[in-house]
């Protein structure tokens, strides 16, 4: 089998599930406890926030965990539409992408059911978002730029330090969805100028179901989840004290290979790009050739589709993805596609193909000489 979906997630590491293990068994202790098994489970939250923490070079106490992207997202949408309301705006305005993940659009669609105005701004054939629009769009009533790191289809890395510059200038917070940069190329939150930021630990070799978010310190936040005083009083619920340890783990490692990694994966990717656009005639990149993620492969085969070149690669043992995992299964083509100016037939004949630290060229060859075989006879019926 051939694992070329790691933007959807990705294997969690022997490490990771090692330093899980005591904390799904004999290690049970809830960590607001006072006896000794509570303290160790607290300080294996305090040890991973620390990890994360130093993976952004931030203070440890503006890292909050959560269940996951989703969560982090929605958490600051919803609260920065719910405070505006709170202060008496009527029509909270909040600026984001069109090519943004659907926990990002979704819950912007969610609130302007409930009153907010959003603009999805355009982005250009690259898929890169223009500083100069998100300046345009700011209004009186905007209470928050989101603009994502980088695209989970495509693998553009977005312009995030000119959009909080322009953010900062206006007093606006600004948030990014960093789900799929964080770990897989240098973010420094001590210089960039960021105040919200999510990211997930299943998209960095760690377990499903838990993520953060970063809150700048001193901005004010709400909870999104009330009960108990988890988290500093910001995130209610009994802590997933092994899936946090888990992405603490996974964020150590993420820290120590992070230059070799990017290194071996794009020379990896670079040679599969080469490899299609020279070998199966037709095949277009989508995204930006330089700006793009290590790891990430999206090209359309036109005239062809997508599922249908999924499905013959799985028979071969080979498991990539036409698009991202959230809307896969539905025939409509991507909005992220659409967004860059292909028309929906072109946007059909998409294939993502993302790699990982342990991808190697052998699997590439192989899974480049199927797709030669395998376009070759769809083109044909
Ligand atoms: C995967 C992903 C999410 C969602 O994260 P979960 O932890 O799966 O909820 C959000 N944004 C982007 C860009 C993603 O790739």
């Known amino acids: 089998m051939i694992y070329l979906d790691n ?8 490490e990771v ?29 305090t040890s991973a926030r620390q990890k994360a923490a130093s993976l952004l070079h931030i203070p440890a106490t503006s890292i909050y965990f959560t269940s996951g992207g989703s969560e982090s997202d929605n958490w600051v949408l919803q609260d920065c539409f719910h405070r505006a309301l709170l202060h008496g705006e009527k029509h909270p305005h909040i600026i984001t992408s069109s090519i943004e993940h659907p926990a990002i659009l979704n819950t912007c669609h969610f609130l302007e059911e409930l009153g907010a105005q959003v603009t999805y701004l355009p982005v250009d054939s690259n898929g890169f978002v223009n500083p100069e629009d998100v300046k345009t769009a700011i209004r009186p009533e905007t209470v928050l730029i989101s603009i994502m790191t980088a695209n989970n289809e495509i693998g553009t890395i ?12 206006a007093g606006i917070p600004f948030h990014t969805d960093a789900v799929q940069a964080f770990g897989q190329i240098p973010m420094d939150l001590s210089e960039l100028p960021v105040d919200f ?5 299943h998209k960095i070799y760690g377990p499903k179901g838990v993520g953060l978010l970063y809150i700048r310190e001193g901005l004010s936040v709400r909870s999104l989840i009330h009960g108990g005083g988890q988290e ?7 802590e997933n004290v092994a899936g946090i340890v888990g992405f603490g783990k996974a964020c150590e490692l993420a820290e120590k290979t992070l230059a070799e990694r990017m290194e071996q994966e794009s020379s990896l990717s670079d040679y599969l790009i080469e490899r299609l656009l020279s070998e199966i005639p037709g095949t277009r990149l989508n995204g930006d050739s330089a700006k793009r993620l290590p790891n990430n492969v999206n090209v359309i085969f036109p005239g062809l589709r997508g599922e249908s070149i999924l499905i013959s690669l799985d028979i071969m043992g080979i498991e990539a993805s036409s698009g991202s995992a959230c809307t896969a299964g539905s025939l409509d083509p991507s909005h992220v596609l659409l967004a860059l100016g292909l028309s929906e037939e072109e946007a059909r004949g998409e294939l993502r193909l993302t790699l990982s630290d342990e991808t190697t060229k052998e699997e590439i060859d192989t899974t480049v000489n ?3 075989k395998i376009v070759s006879r769809l083109s044909k019926s």
Do not use: C, W
């Open 197 to 201: 930021l999510s990211a997930s630990g």
């Open 17 to 45: 599930i090692e330093a899980m293990l005591p904390y799904l068994s004999e290690d049970y202790g809830n960590p607001s406890s006072v006896y000794q098994m509570g303290n160790a489970a607290k300080a294996a939250i």
């Open 370 to 372: 199927a797709l030669k």
């Open 158 to 169: 977005e312009p995030i330090h000119e959009v909080g510059e322009i953010a900062k200038e």
């Open 232 to 238: 500093r009083n910001r995130r209610a619920g009994t």
């Open 7 to 14: 933007a959807a997630t990705t294997r969690p590491k022997k």
